[in-house]
């Protein structure tokens, strides 16, 4: 960022027109303009030179070029031919031997793309696509690589069933921004999701909680694996053991921790394993009393014995140095010779969408600011526990594109801020703003028709006073004055009492009179939790409110006000992301809104209604706050 900022100061030094930085996510370690002609066309290159490993990314920057309705000819490259004439080329080459490294360069009439690897010709190809405006590329060079090597996405298909469809568009948006692995879990309390030959218990529908009927076919995963595959993505699926297995004891009427339970089990796994010849297999681990003190190193010792690399929960069970520990809910450093992932405060399910692209923009994986042979990288996980009425909602619901997007930026290029932190810093903003406008031009160019629930937030400022006479400023269209997993996770307040009130002030100014549309919002409900809806009439359930040049801003019409939490009762209105936002008149010139947000104690009744001191304000259009 730093090389970057000092080539603009330069350009505006010289007196040229100096370039935007481009809209590609996640963005080039090393990237350079070209000064002079700003762009190409990309209708002059009518050729594509490929060494002899890059046939298969010829032919997909072939099809994409054909998408410009460009018409291009293959031809390889051989020792004694060099290409002449306008023309792209995939070169092999030794310079660049980091597998997932390229090189990419943009000339007036030339794109040299350079890889020791497919995948790193893969990778320079998603990026030629994101710099590409209509027919139109900028003239600059990069190296690029990544910070960590394992960079990845989980979908839970075992509470709530995801059509093979759907789950394609997830892992051509994974390819996009270079994401490499796609973790698999479809065994579950809920349902067990795999056709397994011998077995048709258990996925007939007395098995089955939720979506009865609907499971994996061999050929359905197959199909995944070999659509991951063409991505450069690796396949990791996950078969729980022996904890969220409750359908596979219905299936089979025995425990997996008894003994005929785990060689029921060994069996199962044995045809997953002697089936689709996998290189690693998630064994989950925890949320379970471990009875069978030898159950999970038997069971990993015999995965292994397959040639087959194993991954556990981390808190869970007893799983040994051998298996690559996911972290999910530990803080502080794990063991030194230990390979793990991390997935601490990286669940979705449980994230405000605004917060979460701050929380992971921010984030300093596995605590460090680049991956090592132990500290291998992250995965950003997508658990909805509770019951969605389409499958859709799950995008709906949930942050997955915004959120993958910022975390795609961390994980590709490292660093981050130590510590996990809901809220930008004044220091960050102006790093945060570049990325926000880079996230907004890909929502436009990449999201029209699919769920992105994410708006321009870095112009909104509070100021903050409470009852007990703090005060705070804070940035954001969600401010989160004190999370639920304090003081793991920090919110605006850092040591907040109970019976306090906050006020919460910030300016908008509007050209004309004006409605627009807002998202406000006090509560946001975990889809892994079966959180009470707020009463009729109120905002949520602590007596927050908000106010506009002093008139009352209503709460919603709930659907199901005052519902009790059910698991099995989908979310309907609750979250501002998924209802109709709510239209406010503004003023011509500034206006004033006010937040007031009180707290009466912060441990709550029960664990599916955690207190959330937080509030959500975001008039969806730019706005000038008076700052």
């Known amino acids: 960022m730093r090389k970057l900022i000092c080539l603009l100061l330069f350009c505006l030094a010289n007196g040229l027109r100096a370039q935007t930085p481009p809209a590609v996510i996640p963005f080039p370690v090393g990237y350079e303009y070209t000064l002079g002609a700003p762009v190409t066309d990309m209708k002059q290159f009518r050729k594509i030179y490929y060494s002899t490993a890059f046939k298969e990314e010829a032919l997909l ?42 090189g990419l360069e943009i000339l007036a009439s030339e794109i040299r793309l350079r890889a020791g690897t497919a995948t790193g010709i893969f990778y ?11 027919n139109r590329l900028p ?51 809920i349902a067990w ?38 991505r450069h993505i690796l396949f990791v699926p996950e078969i729980d053991m022996p904890g969220h297995s409750a359908a596979f004891k219905r299936a089979m009427g025995v425990d997996m921790q008894s003994d005929s339970g785990m060689l029921l089990l060994k069996q199962v796994v044995g045809i997953f394993l002697d089936t689709f010849k996998v ?21 990993i010792c015999y995965i292994e014995s397959k040639g087959v690399t194993t991954l556990g929960w981390d808190p869970g069970g007893n799983i040994p140095a051998t298996t690559i520990h996911q972290l999910w809910m530990r803080d502080g450093a794990v063991k030194r010779d230990v390979r793990y992932l991390d997935s601490r405060h990286l669940y979705l399910n449980h994230m405000d969408p605004l917060e979460s692209v701050m929380t992971i923009w921010q984030r300093r994986i596995c605590d460090t600011v680049k991956g090592n042979n132990n500290r291998l990288g992250a995965v950003l996980c997508l658990w909805n526990d509770r019951r969605v009425a389409a499958e859709a909602d799950l995008l709906r619901m949930n942050p997955v594109y915004p959120a993958m997007m910022a975390f795609a930026e961390r994980s590709w290029r490292g660093g981050g ?66 999370h639920f997993w304090a003081p793991l996770v920090q919110g ?54 908000v106010t506009v040049n002093g008139r009352v801003i209503a709460p919603p019409r709930w659907q199901y006000a005052g519902r009790k939490g059910n698991s099995e009762e989908p979310l309907a209105d609750e979250g501002y992301e998924y209802r109709a936002p709510t239209n406010i008149y503004f003023k011509k010139g500034m206006n004033t809104v006010k937040i007031t947000a009180p707290v009466q104690a912060f441990t709550s009744a029960d664990w599916n209604n955690p207190v959330k001191w937080m509030f959500t304000f975001l008039p969806l259009t730019k706005i000038v706050n008076n700052d």
């Open 61 to 102: 920057l072939q099809s994409w070029l054909q998408q410009h309705k460009i018409k291009t000819d293959l031809q390889e490259l051989t020792p004694d031919a060099y290409p002449k004439g306008a023309g792209i080329i995939l070169q092999h080459t030794a310079d660049v031997n980091d597998g997932e490294s390229y």
């Open 124 to 134: 320079g190809i998603q990026t030629l696509q994101q710099l590409a405006v209509g």
């Open 139 to 189: 003239l600059c060079s990069m190296e690029d690589r990544p910070a960590f090597s394992w960079r990845g996405y989980m979908v839970d298909v075992g509470r709530n069933y995801q059509s093979v469809p759907l789950l394609k568009q997830q892992i051509d948006m994974m390819a996009h921004y270079k994401l490499n692995v796609f973790q698999f879990h479809f065994t579950e309390d």
């Open 193 to 230: 999701r795999w056709e397994v030959p011998g077995f048709p218990q258990l996925t007939a529908d007395s098995t089955m909680i939720r979506d009865k009927g609907k499971y994996y076919t061999n050929d359905d995963i197959r199909e995944l694996m070999q659509y991951c595959a063409a």
């Open 279 to 299: 290189q690693y297999l998630h064994v989950g681990g925890d949320e379970v009393k471990i009875i069978k003190k030898d159950f999970l190193p038997e069971m």
């Open 417 to 482: 801020e130590p510590g996990w932190r809901t809220n930008i810093e004044r220091k960050d903003l102006a790093g945060f703003k570049e990325f926000e406008v880079r996230l907004l031009k890909h929502q436009q160019r990449y999201f029209k028709k699919i769920p992105f629930p994410y708006s321009r937030q870095s112009d909104m400022q509070w100021d903050i006073t409470t009852s007990a006479g703090d005060t705070a400023k804070a940035i954001g269209g969600t401010v989160v004055l004190r």
């Open 492 to 545: 605006v307040l850092p040591d907040p009492h109970d019976s306090t009130t906050v006020y919460a002030t910030t300016k908008l100014y509007f050209s004309k009179d004006t409605i627009v549309p807002v998202w406000i919002g006090f509560y946001n409900l975990s889809r892994s939790t079966a959180s009470n809806t707020p009463a009729a009439g109120t905002w949520d359930n602590k007596g927050s409110s």
